[in-house]
């Protein structure tokens, strides 16, 4: 006779993610903070990377005991060693920390150009290599990119290519780490932590043309972000994919 499911008991079911270790660095704010909390919801232990201490430490307060966190910089490849050094297993990481200049090639300085690929590139294949011999075989890695990549929305064609070089990077990993699994998220225009920072009149500008750019008519949000991410974590069959949750962005 088979057993009935435990939630039919009034138990909880133990889903995918419960126990396993979850290592986000960026987890502070943002995007990486709203994978953590769903994370902590599914029952994972959290394990939260960014420069900022107080911010870290604010985030993990809030989340709960399952929550620990580590000052780490992307750009630095001896603080990712001894960031993920000090962690005895990683079973998921996402990587969403990254700070760039975006503009037109004509404007834009070489340093400020290369700026994408030095930050959020660069450091996302350095933090997946320092993570390596920690990965659980079942385990996975989700990237970071954005729609930018499939369809530029304006003169700024390094950040442009960053992205479409990530995507492209997704895929070589998944052939390279397999079986680990290795996918990339690749959101539309946001309204959460990052245009929050920049000035009115331009987030009310950008907001704008991109609910004209898009099939829904809407922006996204971050905790529609962090349920793609967490999909790409759990769903165990997918690998070397690049998810555009951009309400149809690359699409028009």
Not at 43 to 69: F, K, N, Q, Y
């Amino acid at each position: 006779m088979n057993e009935l499911p435990s939630h039919v008991h009034g138990l909880p079911a133990v889903g995918p993610l419960h126990g396993r270790t979850v290592v986000l660095i960026g987890g502070g704010s943002g995007i990486g903070l709203r994978v953590a909390h769903q994370a902590v919801a599914a029952g994972a232990h959290v394990v939260l990377g960014g420069r900022t201490p107080e911010r870290l430490a604010a985030a993990a307060e809030d989340l709960g005991s399952r929550v620990t966190w580590r000052t780490v910089d992307t750009t630095d490849r001896s603080s990712l060693a001894s960031f993920f050094a000090e962690l005895d297993r990683v079973d998921h990481l996402f990587t969403s920390a990254a700070s760039y200049r975006v503009g037109p090639m004509r404007e834009l300085s070489d340093e400020d150009a290369e700026s994408p690929f030095v930050s959020k590139f660069w450091g996302q294949y350095h933090a997946v290599r320092s993570a390596v011999p920690k990965l659980a075989e079942d385990g996975s890695v989700v990237l970071m990119s954005g729609a930018a990549g499939a369809r530029p929305p304006a003169a700024a064609p390094a950040y442009a290519a960053c992205n479409a070089a990530i995507e492209g990077l997704g895929r070589g990993l998944a052939v390279e780490l397999a079986p680990v699994r290795v996918n990339v998220v690749s959101p539309g225009t946001i309204d959460g932590n990052l245009w929050a920072h920049r000035p009115q009149e331009d987030r009310e500008a950008a907001f704008a043309q991109y609910r004209r750019d898009t099939i829904l008519g809407r922006l996204g949000t971050e905790d529609e972000i962090a349920q793609t991410v967490l999909f790409l974590f759990t769903n165990g069959f997918t690998t070397g994919a690049t998810l555009y949750p951009d309400g149809g962005y690359t699409l028009r």
